[in-house]
């Protein structure tokens, strides 16, 4: 779900499928679709955990993390886009004490973003927290304020929200994720693709389309800055050790 506050409404939402497999991530039991493993991540070979490790590392969290989830869009018939991928870290409890939200855009450009308490505390369900926005996403949105994460993760139940402030503080945009688990199966995943056939095309199609909408509210078009050489950013008040 996304929704759109100012300076015009826009709203939308739509089903889609992800996949849920713990590092390191073997290939899925099906010929349509594969797992992106070097879609994500550093992209060059290294496997996800390794880049997760180093993520992680700088901030003194690999000591609490025991197990890493990671939630993302297939590669389906050859082509993926995942428009995000959550990594989503718990301890040995399997309490949620750190999630990386690695996000593409539709430049062939990707930043992560990586939440968790100064004090390594574990995340709960109600829990806000805030980052920078330094990866220009949307060309209708600047890059500039802020985002605030949240998520809600059960045993059988996933919610990721993640709202957009601008730079004067203003909530502009909200957005939303969530699903059910089921196990993955071969007959799971071919009933995913057959409900979605093509669902990395559809998430192409549909960002393309509400970027249509936009325009013809009179939406500004904002061009694309250079990126920043940052590639990773941290949530308010998490630094090295």
Not at 138 to 163: A, C, E, M, T
Not at 207 to 234: C, D, N, S
Request: with cysteine; net charge positive; proline share 7%.
């Amino acid at each position: 779900m996304h929704k759109r506050l100012f300076p015009r409404i826009n709203a939308f939402h739509y089903r889609i499928y992800y996949v849920a497999m713990p590092l390191p991530a073997t290939q899925l039991p099906s010929v349509l679709q594969r797992f992106p493993q070097d879609d994500l991540g550093y992209q060059d070979g290294r496997g996800l955990e390794t880049w997760v490790d180093d993520c992680l590392a700088p901030y003194d969290l690999k000591s609490v993390i025991a197990d890493v989830m990671v939630i993302t869009m297939p590669r389906v018939l050859g082509y993926v886009f995942n428009p995000v991928t959550f990594y989503l870290c718990l301890d040995a409890e399997g309490q949620l004490r750190a999630v990386l939200s690695e996000v593409h855009n539709t430049f062939h450009e990707h930043h992560s973003y990586l939440c968790a308490h100064p004090d390594h505390r574990p995340i709960t369900a109600r829990e806000w927290l805030q980052a920078e926005k330094l990866f220009h996403v949307s060309p209708f949105l600047k890059r500039s304020g802020h985002y605030q994460f949240r998520f809600d993760v059960k045993d059988k139940r996933l919610g990721f929200f993640i709202n957009y402030y601008d730079e004067q503080g203003q909530l502009q945009l909200t957005t939303s994720l969530m699903g059910t688990l089921a196990p993955l199966t071969a007959s799971s995943l071919r009933w995913a693709f057959w409900s979605h056939p093509v669902v990395a095309l559809k998430a192409m199609a549909l960002i393309h389309w509400q970027a249509f909408k936009l325009v013809m509210k009179g939406i500004r078009y904002i061009a694309k800055p250079k990126p920043v050489p940052e590639t990773l950013t941290v949530s308010d008040n998490l630094t090295k050790m």
